[in-house]
């Protein structure tokens, strides 16, 4: 979901009336948080707990995406950017972590490895079906609950991880 709101956050933008140039500076905005994000995000775990901040982020995301399906002001997207871009760095920030926390370093390698083919191809997967959905549609509202169900998935698979660390064992 996060490819494909990036892929089509500025046609969606232009589509309601958004001049492109300031459609294009949202990617700017959520760049700019998402580099906060993974620095504040990150420092908070350490001492928060990965995975209340993990379910927290995804949340957020979630809340965010929803926000963007009723934004139609400039100024909304701007509000959506600066969560969706926050959210979206911690979250990655902390799932990353708890990787190494769950899992140890030993084997990190094949481990990244597999989750970053997994989201390679959901980063392929999700604009293609963002397209598809809009040029079914003519608009993304469906294409951004799916987003939506999305994220709200992962916050329970999120849940559902067990907090033991490598150290407990």
Same mark, same amino acid.
């Given at each position: 979901?996060?490819?494909?709101?990036?892929?089509?956050?500025?046609?969606?933008g232009t589509?309601?009336?958004?001049p492109?140039?300031?459609?294009?500076?949202?990617?700017?905005?959520? =760049?700019?948080?998402?580099? !906060?994000?993974?620095?504040?995000?990150?420092?908070?775990?350490? &001492? @928060? *707990?990965?995975?209340?901040? $993990?379910?927290?982020?995804?949340?957020?995301?979630?809340?965010?995406i929803?926000?963007?399906?009723?934004?139609?002001?400039?100024?909304?997207?701007?509000l959506?950017?600066?969560?969706?871009?926050?959210?979206?760095g911690?979250?990655?920030?902390v799932t990353?972590?708890?990787? =190494?926390?769950?899992?140890g !370093?030993?084997?990190?390698?094949?481990?990244?490895?597999?989750l &970053? @083919? *997994?989201w390679?191809?959901? $980063?392929a997967?999700?604009?293609?079906?963002?397209?598809?959905?809009?040029?079914?549609?003519?608009?993304?509202f469906?294409?951004?609950?799916?987003?939506?169900?999305a994220?709200?998935i992962?916050?329970?698979?999120?849940?559902?991880?067990?907090?033991?660390?490598?150290?407990?064992?």
């Amino acid at each position: 979901c996060i490819f494909m709101i990036l892929t089509h956050i500025v046609p969606h933008g232009t589509d309601i009336g958004i001049p492109t140039m300031k459609a294009a500076t949202i990617l700017s905005v959520i =760049g700019a948080m998402e580099f !906060l994000g993974r620095l504040l995000v990150g420092r908070i775990s350490d &001492s @928060a *707990g990965r995975k209340p901040i $993990a379910i927290i982020s995804a949340l957020l995301l979630a809340g965010a995406i929803i926000w963007l399906i009723y934004s139609e002001d400039l100024w909304m997207f701007y509000l959506f950017a600066l969560v969706f871009g926050f959210s979206r760095g911690g979250l990655t920030t902390v799932t990353t972590a708890m990787v =190494g926390d769950i899992f140890g !370093l030993h084997n990190i390698g094949i481990i990244m490895g597999t989750l &970053s @083919a *997994g989201w390679s191809l959901g $980063a392929a997967i999700g604009p293609f079906v963002g397209g598809l959905v809009y040029d079914i549609s003519h608009n993304y509202f469906v294409a951004f609950l799916i987003c939506v169900a999305a994220m709200v998935i992962a916050t329970l698979f999120l849940a559902l991880i067990k907090q033991e660390t490598i150290l407990d064992r």
